[in-house]
């Protein structure tokens, strides 16, 4: 498994599972903070057709572009389907935002292969790794 340092490194493409339109959500904060740092975002929320000036796809599915990154924002109970899409769109990562926890789903994507990060922010461990000069 990469490290969470390896994966901000390398990933360019982040689908962000759960995104807010609400610019007072912290799932539209990490987004903007995320993209303004160069990384692309592409909002996953059927309630939305655009987010942060991006396209919103209603499922991870739906999404036409390859993902490097699913940053989910939903409940923990609802994180299996998500990593199932994960698995069929060909992610590299499913990353689990602070507060979201599901092993079972965490170990089904291990063992086809995906990197998990579960219960840390995306941000969080960004702004962490700026500041110590490793991004």
Request: net charge positive; proline share 7%.
């Amino acid at each position: 498994m990469r490290t969470v340092e390896d994966i901000l490194k390398g990933s360019k493409t982040v689908a962000v599972v759960g995104l807010s339109p609400k610019p007072d959500r912290p799932s539209y904060d990490v987004a903007r903070y995320l993209q303004a740092r160069g990384y692309r975002i592409i909002p996953v929320n059927p309630q939305a057709t655009e987010i942060l000036g991006e396209k919103s796809y209603p499922s991870l599915s739906a999404v036409p572009a390859p993902v490097d990154v699913v940053d989910i924002f939903r409940r923990s109970e609802d994180v299996p389907p998500i990593v199932d899409e994960a698995v069929r769109a060909k992610a590299k990562v499913v990353w689990m935002q602070e507060g979201i926890v599901n092993e079972q789903a965490a170990d089904a994507a291990r063992r086809v292969g995906l990197d998990v990060v579960m219960d840390r922010c995306m941000q969080k461990e960004h702004k962490r790794l700026v500041a110590q000069g490793k991004l």
